[in-house]
């Protein structure tokens, strides 16, 4: 629906030309959202798919398994939207201390990305608001190391920035001057902790990303963290019991569909167009999540079955077999050091699972080798392919 702009300019002269920053107006929109029957149907689909996720929480033998990969996958997505090229493979090996032949600087910043999520569920989980110093530490641990990492990591710009061109004067996107910028997060924080007239968390958390992105408070990272923040929303409002809704894979493939519907929400006032498109992201992903679950839960069975049938040390095998659940890149070491195995007794496991077909040795060395399960990889690694060394 198109309205009027949905903020003000603010002319300034950068690099020695006249440029126009743009300062949103603050939060909820303001003529509000006109809740059509189409865009009810589709924030009602979001709901309910989004429900399917999180009851598949309790289908998981150990979601934990399940989170740890997962989450990976998501990391791995999110900075390839920012031009990294390393793959799940490539983060899982580095991980155990192995990463030959894999771009470091790109799986690095992957990793960081990792960190800079568990830091803010963990955070949440003790009790600690989603609020703009929780934002500062978490963008602090994504660009704790790797490239940003000169960029003010934790602290809120204190110049201009600008999206696409060469130089503010030729950019696609001028974001509010730093100056603006202390009552800009104000507002926005007050808005990211309720707001009366916009009770859906769904909703919500789609138009605090949307701002978030168009305030664009730091050098660098700006897309990570307003991707993460939709999870961390989510979780915070307990709406997921675990974080499994991830959009950067939807983002990914829509990606000039969603620069230009924010564009449209700033210069148009289209916020309904951007929900509807945020409300089936979440269907779709949503959905592909649990799909996800689905086969790998089957899979498990499968190959325990097989596994059962092995003989008299199918009890050590499947202690492996469910340590690369949730690990699906491991070295016999971190295999035999997590489950108090022997070193003889791991080795005759992964020989085990690889006569059956189930892991393969993916560094054809005899000294640090790593073991990956196969079709757990092949599974997640849906939509992350890169050309990969393994």
């Known amino acids: ?52 996720l999180d009851g598949v929480t309790a289908l998981l033998p150990d979601p934990a398994l399940f989170l740890y990969s997962y989450v990976r996958k998501e990391a791995v997505l999110s900075s390839q939207i920012e031009g990294t090229q390393s793959s799940l493979s490539d983060l899982l090996a580095y991980e155990n201390q192995h990463a030959p032949g894999v771009p470091l600087d790109d799986v690095v910043e992957v990793s960081n990305y990792v960190a800079a999520l568990n830091h803010g569920l963990k955070r949440l989980k003790e009790g600690f608001p989603l609020c703009l110093r929780l934002i500062r530490e978490i963008h602090e641990v994504l660009l704790t190391s790797g490239r940003g990492s000169g960029k003010q990591p934790g602290e809120f710009r204190t ?16 974001p509010p001057p ?40 730091f050098l660098d990272g700006n897309g990570r963290v307003g991707r993460l923040l939709i999870t961390l929303l989510l979780s915070v409002e307990g709406v997921l019991r675990e974080p499994l809704l991830y959009l950067s894979l939807f983002l990914k493939q829509h990606r000039e569909t969603y620069y230009e519907l924010l564009q449209k929400v700033r210069i148009e006032g289209d916020w309904e167009a951007w929900l509807d498109f945020f409300f089936q992201g979440v269907t779709e992903t949503s959905d592909s999540a649990v799909s996800t679950a689905q086969r790998l839960l089957q ?36 295999i035999g050091d997590a489950e108090n195995l022997s070193p003889a007794t791991v080795n ?18 005899q000294r640090n080798r790593l073991f990956a399960y196969s079709q757990v990889l092949q599974v997640l690694s849906e939509g992350t392919e890169r050309e990969s060394p393994f």
């Open 159 to 174: 110049s201009q920035n600008w999206i696409g061109g060469s130089r503010p004067g030729n950019a696609k996107f001028v």
């Open 348 to 365: 005759k496991a992964l020989k085990a699972l690889t006569e059956m077909g189930i892991v393969r040795e993916i560094t054809g060395g």
């Open 1 to 52: 629906m198109k309205r009027d702009i949905t903020g003000r300019y603010v002319v300034q002269t950068t690099q020695g030309e006249p440029v126009r920053a743009f300062v949103p107006h603050p939060l909820p929109p303001d003529p509000p959202i006109q809740w059509t029957p189409g865009l009810l149907a589709a924030q009602q689909r979001a709901a309910l798919a989004l429900g399917r």
């Open 299 to 334: 899979l498990f069975s499968d190959d325990r079955k097989r596994i059962q049938a092995y003989g008299k040390i199918a009890g050590s095998v499947l202690q492996v077999h469910h340590y690369l659940q949730g690990r699906p890149i491991a070295s016999a070491s971190a």
């Open 178 to 217: 730093h100056e603006e910028l202390p009552e800009c997060l104000k507002t926005w924080e007050t808005f990211l902790h309720g707001d009366a007239t916009i009770a859906d968390p769904l909703t919500r958390a789609a138009l605090a990303h949307v701002q978030f992105e168009t305030l664009h408070p």
